[in-house]
């Protein structure tokens, strides 16, 4: 069944069968962490995807679900179409952004970290990757790799033949892999790494920091323009180590940084003072950190103390 022309209730509306709107509500809360995991993985944004998941509810329940096969497929093709609109609209404001952008960090829970496939799938290195797809492709990259959706599912939900869905999905692919990291290291791996890092962050080391920075490194931070950050990349390790070491020599407040786990992967909070200053996200490669992404500005700050709950399934 086509959402486009999706059956509704009458105009009554959902509300003048209680049975009904049962289902309906019981439905959408059964799939409500897959359709914001969904909606979160195409737009890297919370509030956004929690827009996403309001706009879909809406449109849920003007549906008869009595006339649907498959409430799982239905509810994600609704999201779909509603985070495509929302790229769309995504783009042009971040064109107008101040600096770099970062998807928004996620605090998830320790479950998101021990599920590789989640986990790779939500890390701040691969959102950052989706970054440069087109929106279509992004949508197509998402629901294929990481949602297993079919190739005429997809298709319906994005409008096209699933002829040309699997050449977008094949070159959404091709890109996605040549950016991505080579490999995937385990939690203990990124841990050690991060660990390393705090060490020589919190003393100030400099040597600390070469050794634990690939030389390739790239440091990328989001101040929004309301916090202070980098214009735009950093690349190598020297000059990110001598702009860490320049940046918390400067701070005129007391820095603790404390272990957490954002995007499914280890990662630090940092305080200024005690009130949060930002995320330090990693990307480590052969014991080697090759990307930190540090995010400072507020608005993107206010999921890093309560956990959301995050599922492919």
Known sequence: ???????TTGAAGPLAGGGRTDTATEAFVAHRNLLFTVAYEMLGSVADAEDVLQETWLRWMKVDVEQVHDERAYLVRIATRRSLDRLRTMKRRKEAYVGPWLPEPLLTAPDVAEDVELAESVSMALMLVLETLSPTERVVFVLREAFDVGYDEIADAVGKSPAAVRQIAHRARRHVEARRPREVVSPDQARAALESFQRALETRDLQGLLDVLAS?????????????AAARPIVGAGKVARFIVGAVGKAE????????VVNGNPALLLRA?????????????????????????????????????????
């Open 273 to 313: 003072d005690g009130e949060i200053d930002g995320v330090i996200a990693i990307r480590v490669e052969s014991g080697r950190i090759t990307g930190l992404y540090y995010v400072r500005n507020p608005e993107k700050l206010t999921r890093v103390e309560s956990e959301i709950p995050l599922t492919l399934r």
């Open 253 to 260: 407040v007391a820095l603790t940084a404390d272990h957490t």
């Open 1 to 7: 069944m086509n959402e486009r022309s999706e059956p």
């Open 216 to 228: 390739e490194v790239v440091l990328v931070s989001d101040g929004g323009g309301v916090r202070q």
